[in-house]
Each structure stands twice: as structure tokens, then as C-alpha cells.
């Protein structure tokens, strides 16, 4: 079975652009969620969904970023626009229920 | 509020002896435990989990953790090192009902030859 899957696995962007990051969960998995990795900050929470509804997204740092999921394979993460500041690896995990977490490789963001 | 603390940012070890990876949490209510681990330009690797039950976790690669209540601890441990294990460490608390990880600070772990 596949695991979570993240594209694309790199992204190099200038200040200004969007940036759109992709996942597509484990089938079966109900739940999904956004971090962000860096290391002054750590593994943050971003965003997670229910059945395909965002539940929680007091970890988005700004209006800048916005998160989908338009159906139970697919959500995007969206930065517009990006700033350097914004560079880190960006993860999804999915999950069924309350069931372990498993994530995917990440993209790792570099904003100039 | 949950919280994980991961007191060493990083552990060295040499290779064939035991390692211990320390975490303690903060949660209420029983706590739902987890370990995963992350290695160069991967994403995080489920390790074992704390549900119920048996206090001592046995998970992949040789690796277990013990719940411990009363200190509210959850360190991971190995009897015998390899180099290969040398990677990224985190611990994560979940509480009952509850969907978000809350995840520690992260160890790293050098096992030298």
C-alpha cells in the first residue's frame, strides 16, 4: 500500500510567487494534517481536516497561507505570496480516526 | 494543555552499547505516547506507540519505551546500538478524544563505531 504522498519533493521560488504544495493521503484515512519543519521553530502544526473539513487552523501563521481539501485523496497548501521566511520542509500526515499519524517525505521550500 | 520534553538535543553513543532517549510529558487524562524517528532529508518514521496496557513498548528496528506514570515518562531505549540508528528522535503526547500530536523538541542520536 502507498504511503502519504508529497509533491514536489523540492521547491525553489522567489519572494512574491505562490507556492502550492500537494498531498495525497493514505486510502482509507480520514483525517489529515499540515506541519511545517525548521529549525528554530521545530515541528509545528499547521492545519488538520476531518473527513475532508478543516478542524483546526490556528497553527496557519497568516492570511498568506490557506489549505484545501477538495475530496478524501487529495489537499494542497498554499503560500501567496511566499517570503524567505517561509522556507522550511512542509509535511502531511494522515490518519484514520485517532490511529497513528504517518507522514509523508515533505517538500522542502526554499523562497528567495 | 499537552506538552513533551525532550531534555537532551543530543545523545552519543557507541555502537553496541544500550541507548536510552528520555520524555517526559504533560497531559490530562491517560496519555496516548508515540515515538517516531526522522532520518537525512526524510519525512518522520513511525516508531512504537503507548496505548494501554503493558508498560513496556516494543516497536521497530529493536527499539521499546517504558511507561512510566508516576514520573510521567516515556524514554526510548535499545540494548545494543548500530550506526544506523543514528538519526532524529521525537516523542509525541496525544490526549484521550483529542486529534492533534503535540510533539517534543527532538534528540538527536550519534552512534559512533
Known amino acids: 500500500d502507498a504511503g502519504v504522498i508529497q509533491s514536489p519533493r523540492h521547491e525553489v521560488t522567489e519572494m512574491g510567487q505562490e507556492v502550492t504544495l500537494r498531498c495525497k493521503p493514505i486510502?482509507?484515512?480520514?483525517?489529515l494534517f499540515w506541519y511545517r519543519q525548521t529549525m528554530m521553530r521545530g515541528l509545528e502544526l499547521l492545519i488538520y481536516?476531518?473527513?475532508?473539513?478543516?478542524?483546526?487552523d490556528s497553527g496557519m501563521p497568516e492570511d498568506r497561507f490557506s489549505a484545501k481539501m477538495p475530496n478524501a485523496s487529495f489537499s494542497t497548501l498554499k503560500i501567496q505570496p511566499s517570503e524567505p521566511r517561509d522556507s522550511a520542509v512542509y509535511f502531511c500526515?494522515?490518519?484514520?480516526?485517532?490511529?497513528?499519524?504517518?507522514f509523508g517525505p515533505g517538500t522542502r521550500l526554499t523562497v528567495l | 494543555a499537552q506538552s513533551v520534553a525532550q531534555p537532551e538535543d543530543q545523545v552519543n553513543v557507541a555502537e553496541g552499547n544500550p541507548l536510552t532517549v528520555k520524555c517526559t510529558y504533560s497531559v490530562s487524562g491517560n496519555p496516548y505516547l508515540f515515538w517516531y524517528v526522522q532520518y537525512p532529508n526524510r519525512g518522520l518514521q513511525f516508531l512504537l506507540k503507548?496505548?494501554?496496557?503493558?508498560?513496556l513498548v516494543k516497536g521497530s528496528y529493536g527499539f521499546e519505551a517504558e511507561f512510566n506514570k508516576s514520573q510521567t515518562s516515556f524514554h526510548l531505549k535499545k540494548p545494543s546500538a548500530l550506526v544506523s540508528d543514528s538519526a532524529l528522535y521525537f516523542c509525541a503526547v496525544r490526549a484521550p478524544g483529542f486529534q492533534k500530536l503535540v510533539f517534543g523538541t527532538g534528540t538527536r542520536l550519534l552512534v559512533s563505531p
Open positions: 481536516f476531518n473527513n475532508n473539513v478543516p478542524i483546526d
Open positions: 500526515a494522515s490518519n484514520r480516526g485517532t490511529d497513528t499519524q504517518y
Open positions: 486510502s482509507g484515512h480520514n483525517s
Open positions: 503507548y496505548i494501554t496496557g503493558d508498560n
